[in-house]
């Protein structure tokens, strides 16, 4: 047996692997690359195995960077079947063909600029239909069921706490008359995430993927999140600003909804000031996926249960709106009062949310307040790191707006969480295996598994692949189809964000008129460096 790491292997998205036994080969997850033009290219990559070959796919749970490439798995051939939680199917109905949707937007887009630089036009990765069909291929199963999708391989899903329908998955392999069990982390749950469940204890494991997003963080304690969210709603409101939460449509925005719910229970003075505040989710998809939350309460956790059954939906409150079309959302940017604006995506990379970054970012008496995991190379990572310019829609944005973070409504795990799930396991794993994480995230986590709980670590980069009856992971072709030196990548990738930064501090002293020297060449030359960059990504990939 052998596994393969074709993605969130040293990067936190594109989640994918390959399993192959002696009889069988199936892939868990396969998920959208995210974060700016290198990740996107890779999206456009090949798979480097024959579609037909893949008996089954285990999904862990619906986030685009865990699902995102199952439509294009399915433009491919592929036509078994891919198990997931009910949950998680009902959620992959809303977000796939939303995913397309934007696909097909930003393809048209591109296309436009190629066309004007007579480049070759290129078709959407997939369109919004195509992704509705990929649907008719998934079935649903229940948390703590065993299925057997193969003679040799038997299946549990898990809660993993992350978001509705999120799964650890148990595998169970059979080969030469012997059971290996491998333990897949998905996305492991932060604790006491408002709805949702704990995440479900795992007792033994020969083997674990084990994810570290936040690998090398602590979050900020949970209690002081209500507080700190409130304080910033006020304090801006106070000043005349909007608050503009990127959120994702899934998991973050609905328990910020619940967050302010249940505030509005719990404080006095707050509750009058924040009732003449409108909140509004400004996103189609979550305000569709919020439906899927009320249509699976099963999934949540006893207090919001409970919510329900004296009749007090959770996820409603007087002052909270849904828009639904272009021309709602486009007024909201006309509303004179402040208000407080959830709208996806929660990396700022796609969606309404551009808009009213837009329309807010310069305005110092706002605030952009993020609550969840930014992507390097993203305009939310951007934000965070304080850059002072950006561009969005190709038009320069001045950021004077307040830039907030509160890291405890993050929907993953932080290092103790992480090694507080790993240290329940009675039977220890012989090899845990660290993915989607970013180097010094993974690099630390895996220090501090092997220090305090003595177990081997192992951070394969994409394409790497593990033999069991070796004991040994291999750098190798992936069945002499692609290799992509990972070193290289990186290494580019490192230089076009400096070009990035260097051209917005240009841009900066450009537009603050404090120098009189033209630098218009240079800046034009920092554009050049960047294309040529991206040529030679994608040299590689060919």
Same mark, same amino acid.
């Given at each position: 047996?052998?596994?393969? !790491?074709?993605?969130? &292997?040293?990067?936190?998205?594109?989640?994918?692997?390959?399993?192959?036994?002696?009889?069988?080969?199936?892939?868990?997850?396969?998920? *959208?690359?995210?974060?700016?033009? $290198?990740?996107?290219?890779?999206?456009?990559?090949?798979?480097?195995?024959?579609? &037909?070959?893949?008996?089954? $796919?285990?999904?862990?749970?619906?986030?685009?960077?865990? +699902?995102?490439?199952?439509?294009? =798995?399915?433009?491919?051939?592929?036509?078994?079947?891919?198990?997931?939680?009910?949950?998680?199917?009902?959620?992959?109905?809303?977000?796939?063909?939303? /995913?397309?949707?934007?696909?097909?937007?930003?393809?048209?887009?591109?296309?436009?600029?190629?066309?004007?630089?007579?480049?070759?036009?290129?078709?959407?990765?997939?369109?919004?239909?195509?992704?509705?069909?990929?649907?008719?291929?998934?079935?649903?199963?229940?948390?703590?069921?065993?299925?057997?999708?193969?003679?040799?391989?038997?299946?549990? !899903?898990?809660?993993?706490?992350? *978001?509705?329908?999120?799964?650890?998955?148990?595998?169970?392999?059979?080969?030469?008359?012997?059971?290996?069990?491998?333990?897949?982390?998905?996305?492991?749950?932060?604790?006491?995430?408002?709805?949702?469940?704990?995440?479900?204890?795992?007792?033994?494991?020969?083997?674990?993927?084990? #994810?570290?997003?936040?690998?090398?963080?602590?979050?900020?304690?949970?209690?002081? @999140?209500?507080?700190?969210?409130?304080?910033?709603?006020?304090?801006?409101?106070?000043?005349?600003?909007?608050?503009?939460?990127? +959120?994702?449509? $899934?998991?973050?925005?609905?328990?910020?909804?619940? %967050?302010?719910?249940?505030?509005?229970?719990?404080?006095?003075?707050?509750?009058?000031?924040?009732?003449?505040?409108?909140?509004?989710?400004?996103?189609?998809?979550?305000?569709?996926?919020?439906?899927?939350?009320?249509?699976?309460?099963?999934?949540?956790?006893?207090?919001?249960?409970?919510?329900?059954?004296?009749?007090?939906?959770?996820?409603?409150?007087?002052?909270?709106?849904?828009?639904?079309?272009?021309? #709602? +959302?486009?007024?909201?940017?006309?509303?004179?009062?402040?208000?407080?604006?959830? /709208?996806?995506?929660?990396?700022?990379?796609?969606? @309404?949310?551009?808009?009213?970054?837009?329309?807010?970012?310069?305005?110092?008496?706002?605030?952009?307040?993020?609550?969840?995991?930014?992507?390097?190379?993203? =305009?939310? @990572?951007?934000?965070?790191?304080?850059?002072?310019?950006?561009?969005?829609?190709?038009?320069?944005?001045?950021?004077?707006?307040?830039?907030?973070?509160? #890291?405890?409504?993050?929907?993953?795990?932080?290092?103790?969480?992480?090694?507080?799930?790993?240290?329940?396991?009675?039977?220890?794993?012989?090899?845990?295996?660290?993915?989607?994480?970013?180097?010094?995230?993974?690099?630390?986590?895996?220090?501090?598994?092997?220090?305090? =709980?003595?177990?081997?670590?192992?951070?394969? /980069? @994409?394409?790497?692949?593990?033999?069991?009856?070796?004991?040994?992971?291999?750098?190798?072709?992936?069945?002499?189809? $692609?290799?992509? /030196?990972? %070193?290289?990548?990186?290494?580019?990738?490192? *230089?076009?964000?400096?070009?990035?930064?260097?051209?917005?501090?240009?841009?900066?002293?450009?537009?603050?008129?404090?120098?009189?020297?033209?630098?218009?060449?240079?800046?034009?030359?920092?554009?050049?460096?960047?294309?040529?960059?991206?040529?030679?990504?994608?040299?590689?990939?060919?």
């Amino acid at each position: 047996m052998k596994i393969s !790491f074709l993605g969130a &292997a040293k990067e936190v998205t594109g989640s994918c692997y390959l399993v192959e036994t002696e009889k069988t080969k199936f892939l868990v997850d396969c998920g *959208m690359f995210q974060g700016g033009e $290198v990740e996107d290219e890779l999206n456009y990559q090949e798979f480097i195995f024959d579609v &037909a070959d893949i008996d089954f $796919v285990l999904l862990t749970h619906a986030h685009i960077d865990h +699902s995102g490439r199952i439509p294009l =798995l399915y433009k491919r051939g592929y036509r078994k079947r891919i198990y997931a939680t009910k949950a998680t199917v009902d959620l992959c109905r809303y977000m796939l063909p939303d /995913s397309g949707h934007i696909q097909e937007m930003e393809s048209e887009w591109k296309n436009r600029k190629r066309k004007r630089a007579d480049k070759p036009l290129r078709e959407p990765l997939y369109t919004a239909d195509e992704a509705k069909d990929s649907l008719s291929i998934f079935y649903g199963v229940d948390y703590g069921e065993i299925i057997e999708p193969a003679q040799d391989v038997k299946v549990r !899903f898990n809660d993993a706490g992350h *978001m509705l329908g999120s799964s650890i998955i148990e595998v169970w392999v059979n080969e030469k008359g012997k059971e290996t069990k491998i333990v897949f982390s998905g996305d492991v749950g932060n604790k006491k995430i408002p709805l949702l469940k704990e995440v479900t204890p795992i007792k033994s494991a020969d083997y674990v993927l084990c #994810e570290s997003t936040y690998g090398n963080r602590l979050h900020e304690d949970i209690g002081d @999140r209500a507080k700190k969210l409130m304080e910033i709603i006020i304090k801006t409101v106070k000043r005349g600003g909007n608050v503009i939460i990127p +959120s994702f449509a $899934v998991g973050r925005t609905q328990e910020l909804l619940y %967050e302010l719910h249940k505030n509005r229970e719990l404080y006095k003075d707050e509750i009058e000031f924040l009732n003449n505040v409108p909140v509004y989710v400004d996103s189609p998809l979550a305000t569709s996926i919020t439906d899927v939350f009320t249509k699976h309460p099963e999934y949540l956790d006893s207090e919001a249960q409970d919510y329900i059954k004296r009749g007090d939906l959770p996820l409603d409150f007087p002052n909270l709106h849904f828009t639904h079309s272009v021309e #709602e +959302s486009k007024a909201l940017n006309e509303i004179k009062t402040p208000v407080i604006i959830i /709208s996806a995506s929660g990396m700022c990379e796609a969606g @309404r949310i551009k808009h009213h970054l837009k329309h807010n970012l310069w305005r110092p008496e706002c605030t952009v307040l993020f609550v969840g995991y930014q992507a390097k190379g993203t =305009l939310g @990572r951007k934000l965070l790191e304080g850059e002072k310019n950006v561009k969005i829609f190709g038009e320069d944005i001045s950021v004077k707006a307040e830039i907030e973070y509160i #890291e405890s409504f993050s929907g993953h795990a932080d290092q103790k969480g992480i090694l507080d799930w790993l240290s329940q396991f009675t039977d220890k794993p012989r090899k845990i295996f660290i993915v989607h994480g970013e180097d010094e995230a993974q690099e630390e986590l895996a220090d501090k598994i092997e220090n305090q =709980l003595g177990i081997e670590t192992l951070i394969p /980069s @994409r394409y790497d692949t593990y033999n069991f009856e070796e004991d040994k992971l291999f750098t190798a072709e992936a069945e002499d189809k $692609v290799k992509l /030196s990972v %070193e290289l990548t990186n290494k580019i990738e490192e *230089m076009k964000l400096r070009s990035d930064k260097a051209l917005n501090k240009l841009q900066e002293l450009i537009y603050s008129k404090d120098i009189t020297k033209d630098l218009s060449p240079i800046v034009s030359e920092l554009n050049n460096i960047n294309e040529s960059l991206m040529k030679l990504y994608r040299e590689l990939l060919d």
